[in-house]
Structures are given as structure tokens and as C-alpha cells.
């Protein structure tokens, strides 16, 4: 669990990818946004930001 949980844009994604993810494609940022909780993948395709609640790897 991440603390404090960081507000993420859509557009700064990448940026919180290759700072918690070990790799690229290795791994999962878990935010929570106005659609529910999802993946950092999920919320690229909904094109949605959010604040980021934890990683996985």
C-alpha cells in the first residue's frame, strides 16, 4: 500500500510505471479512479487517471 497515494494524470503514467514497476511489462500499478479500482492498464484504455493505492510485481 502506497502512502500518501499519489494523484496520477493519464498523462503521467509512464513516469509512476518505471518508478515502482521493476521492468517494463513486469508487474501492476492499482489505482483507484471514478470508475472503480483498476489496473494501470485498465485505466489507459478507459483513459481515465486516478490515485495509485498500490503495486505488484
Known amino acids: 500500500v502506497i ?3 499519489y494523484a496520477i494524470r493519464m498523462g503521467d503514467m509512464e513516469r ?3 518508478r ?3 521492468a ?3 508487474g ?3 489505482l483507484t479512479t471514478t470508475r ?3 489496473s494501470h492498464n ?3 484504455e478507459l483513459g481515465v487517471g486516478g490515485k495509485l493505492l498500490a ?3
Open 20 to 22: 515502482y514497476l521493476p
Open 36 to 38: 472503480g479500482v483498476v
Open 28 to 30: 501492476v500499478l492499482i
Open 55 to 57: 503495486y505488484v510485481y
Open 16 to 18: 509512476y510505471e518505471s
Open 3 to 5: 502512502k500518501p497515494r
Open 42 to 44: 485498465q485505466a489507459k
Open 24 to 26: 517494463q511489462d513486469f
